[in-house]
């Protein structure tokens, strides 16, 4: 056999424009009480995304209709000080979803969504600072509907790689294997142009393909799209 004849054909992906929005409808997600696997399901209206979680195993519930959120909020806020009204006093901290939870906290991003203590530092009297909550959407690794931690994601030598389900994973690597890669006028909004340089160089292709076929392994067969 001539060592030509080994030679495949150079395989081809022609990026067609896809958000990574589109891959949304299915997110794999560890539950954020209990860690075990579950799944985001959600549709596109027009307007806006209808998403639902039910972790089979604990029981939390969350649902996009009541703005639930089971992610990182920021708590921020500032007010003089009430006493001698030269120090501002600020509030702005992290709050993680409490595992011990029993209930979906009600993260409405309202203002007047509680107050909290804050000690001036100049005459050293206590005030409650009023603050409002907003979601942290810690884009890296973290469904984009409710903010539970996915379960498809890995750690590599230059950063998380991780996908929502299995026909993202299936695209990546299409993307991923192929030795030429189209674009046809597209904008920079695109999945695969919003990617990270890493996962693009050919020199990485074989390590992040083995990559993806570790996350491979954590689907099953239920997990289809
Ligand atoms: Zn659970
Ligand atoms: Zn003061």
Redesign the pocket.
């Known amino acids: 056999m001539t060592p030509a004849a080994n030679i495949a054909a150079p395989t081809r992906h022609r990026d067609v424009g896809m958000r990574l929005s589109s891959f949304a409808e299915r997110v794999e997600v560890r539950c954020a009480r209990c860690d075990r696997s579950g799944a985001v399901h959600a549709s596109w209206t027009s307007r806006h995304w209808v998403a639902r979680y039910m972790c089979a195993h604990c029981g939390l519930e969350a649902r996009s209709e009541r703005d639930d959120w089971l992610g990182s909020i920021c708590l921020w806020g500032r007010r003089p000080?009430?006493?001698?009204?030269?120090?501002w006093l600020h509030v702005s901290e992290q709050r993680d979803f409490k595992a011990d939870s029993s209930t979906v906290p009600d993260l409405r991003l309202t203002p007047g969504f509680g107050s909290i203590a804050r000690t001036?530092p100049?005459?050293?009297?206590s005030s409650m600072v009023d603050v409002s909550a907003h979601r942290l959407h810690v884009g890296d690794g973290h469904d984009p509907h409710f903010g539970l931690p996915l379960r498809l994601i890995v750690t590599t030598r230059s950063g998380p790689l991780w996908v929502y389900n299995r026909d993202h994973l299936e695209e990546l690597r299409r993307y991923v294997g192929a030795q030429h890669r189209e674009r046809q006028g597209l904008n920079g909004r695109s999945m695969m142009s919003r990617l990270p340089t890493w996962i693009k160089l050919a020199r990485n292709r074989q390590y992040v393909l083995r990559m993806l076929d570790r996350l491979e392994t954590r689907l099953t067969p239920a997990d289809g799209a």
Not at 122 to 125: E, N, S, Y
């Open positions: 000080c009430g006493y001698c009204g030269h120090q001036c100049i005459c050293a009297h």
